[in-house]
DNA sequence: ATCATTGTGTACCGATTGGTATGTTATGAT
DNA sequence: ATCATAACATACCAATCGGTACACAATGAT
């Protein structure tokens, strides 16, 4: 081979990452990457392509990296009640503690790009059914454990779980008073019988 | 006085609208605007102020009538349970008749600019606050005739609604299966009671 | 009829946009 | 040591960005 790279590929992508997160697809421009990331355009584009490939991939590892989290909540520990719990309020925790204030990527992608690129239409659709699918595992692990005995299918309280979730982090962007949150947490919760 | 306007102010801001509705505040071209509202970039800069300026009025003029249509339908006829039914599947209704999928512009706002802008940060925050209000008003006539008698107080409850219909909004934008969303719709109504 | 005033259309401003051509430097195979 | 290859930095590209200067047209008061 020839000369080697002299950046570290999957650590520029995690940059690209945080910059798309915090501003989005739009408001980002090259200048912004090059900045952030610490290489120039012509590395940019011979590493991930155009400036929506580079986007593309930085929402995949964020995907990726969000599941893997909400697994590990979710489908360990003993009660699922308090699995949920636990996973309701970390999420709250962190956009509170997040000074950019930037919620979660994969959404602000939905409301930013879904309409007009089916491309992220289908990437951010399929990672909330996925979202959905673990919320529904673990529903089903409280049911079989008998810890659960909801009135409602796995599935549909799984998925409205997943609603309300991007419900509530939407709405912390607009920095509400945490008592807003909170109680909202707790009615939701309610729904895990 | 002197030469008068040659253009409608208002509907050239409900134009401003639905330009900015759709696209967004930063994909939102001073080109887009001039074609779509008719008129020359000076008319705009001299009735509306700049770029920023337009955007504020026409999100303004957005919350207006959507707190209107929310007023118009809670809190008017006899069953409360049945007026949020009709809420909830009116705007699922919409958003999946919607070709262009804008979803709700004040929440496409409150991803976009709220984190960035504080302006936006209370504009957003407090249309969705009197959102809850309204909610809020519509459960406790519930309680007051007897349709409803919920364990939870009804600001949390109503908060809630507000959240899960937040949630739907934004999810509706990644075109989900319809049985999803009106899974979610059955669940979430299933908060009152 | 004249004049001050203000809306309109055109044409332009400097700055920034996403993207690339180019020359140079580093590397491994031969 | 030579050479093909590819990453590097610089400098540039046309196009578009938000915003405005300016000349002209229309209006009402005098």
Redesign the pocket.
């Known amino acids: 081979?020839?000369?080697?790279?002299?950046?570290d590929v999957d650590q520029a992508l995690e940059d690209a990452m945080h910059i798309f997160w915090s501003k989005g697809y739009?408001a980002?421009?090259?200048?912004?990457?090059t900045a952030g990331m610490g290489?120039?355009?012509?590395?940019?584009?011979?590493?991930f392509g155009?400036?929506?490939e580079l986007f593309e991939a930085a929402l995949r590892k964020y995907t990726a990296a969000h599941a893997a989290q909400a697994r590990s909540v979710l489908l360990h520990g003993e009660s699922v009640k308090e699995a949920f719990k636990r996973y309701f309020e970390g999420i709250v925790e962190e956009s509170y503690a997040d000074p950019q204030n930037r919620g979660c990527f994969c959404i602000n992608t939905m409301v930013e790009m879904a309409p007009h690129d089916e491309k992220f239409e289908i990437l951010t659709r399929e990672h909330e059914m996925y979202l959905a699918a673990i919320f529904q595992e673990a529903i089903e692990r409280g049911l079989r454990s008998g810890e659960l005995h909801t009135g409602v299918d796995a599935k549909s309280l799984a998925q409205t779980l997943v609603v309300s979730l991007i419900g509530l982090t939407v709405m912390m962007k607009a920095r509400p008073e945490r008592s807003f949150v909170d109680h909202s947490v707790e009615v939701i919760l309610t729904l895990i019988q």
Do not use: C, G, N, W
């Open positions: 081979m020839v000369r080697q790279r002299e950046f739009e980002t421009s090259l200048s912004d990457l290489i120039q355009r012509p590395s940019i584009y011979s590493a155009d400036k929506k």
